[in-house]
T-cell receptor, first 111, second 115 residues
Framework: KQEVTQIPAALSVPEGENLVLNCSFT??????LQWFRQDPGKGLTSLLL?????REQTSGRLNASLDKSSGRSTLYIAASQPGDSATYLC??????????FGQGTTLQVKP | DTAVSQTPKYLVTQMGNDKSIKCEQN?????MYWYKQDSKKFLKIMFS???????INETVPNRFSPKSPDKAHLNLHINSLELGDSAVYFC??????????????FGPGTRLLVL
């Protein structure tokens, strides 16, 4: 049974810092791995999707890596800004479309 | 241009009532999902439909019944509501079969409170 864990549960950093969010999963037979952002009281917004054959994806200041053999993914945020404050969710996808989510990392970037 | 929309946004009701939540997507996707996010913010899949056919049915009480009249709509009907059903329910969609390249697009959520 696939389980997804995210560490840390919460993180507070000053503006401008580079930071890493961690995600681990127990079954390496994944279809893809996705990172989402959720703002308070809002839905989820997709940030990055890494297919199982890929090692990383980049979008602007965000870079996500995937290491299936070790069951890990990281989301790197460069030069953090207060607008990056949100909950970041990692999800492992199967070929049926089912997503199994971690419990999220709540990020606060202080001005 | 709302991609995935849900109605209502908020729903407050009494225990034992029956309620429905509607979801519509205008993205032309063939697969739609329902997720539940509990009070601890943990998000878990409930159902998915592909072209009106049920393909994922997690261990959800049979008081919950999804209905897909067409591939652009997936509604969730809940009978005999219980306190534990209080949560945020999210609808999502994507074009399944895109080789794992397509993410899921989420609606804004329906906040259900059972009193």
């Amino acid at each position: 049974k696939q389980e997804v864990t995210q560490i840390p549960a919460a993180l507070s950093v000053p503006e401008g810092e580079n930071l890493v969010l961690n995600c681990s999963f127990t079954d390496s037979a994944i279809y893809n791995l996705q990172w989402f952002r959720q703002d308070p009281g809002k839905g989820l917004t997709s940030l990055l999707l890494i297919q199982s054959s890929q090692r990383e994806q980049t979008s602007g200041r965000l870079n996500a890596s995937l290491d299936k053999s070790s069951g890990r993914s990281t989301l790197y945020i460069a030069a953090s800004q207060p607008g990056d404050s949100a909950t970041y969710l990692c999800a492992v996808g199967s070929n049926t479309g089912k997503l199994i989510f971690g419990q999220g990392t709540t990020l606060q970037v202080k001005p | 241009d709302t991609a995935v929309s849900q109605t209502p946004k908020y729903l407050v009701t009494q225990m034992g009532n029956d309620k429905s939540i509607k979801c519509e997507q205008n993205l032309g996707h063939d697969t739609m999902y329902w997720y539940k996010q509990d009070s601890k913010k943990f998000l878990k899949i409930m159902f998915s439909y592909n072209n009106k056919e049920l393909i994922i049915n997690e261990t959800v009480p049979n008081r919950f019944s999804p209905k897909s009249p067409d591939k652009a709509h997936l509604n969730l009907h809940i009978n005999s509501l219980e306190l534990g059903d209080s949560a945020v329910y999210f609808c999502a969609s994507n074009p399944l079969g895109a080789g794992g390249k397509e993410t899921q697009y989420f609606g804004p959520g329906t906040r259900l409170l059972v009193l």
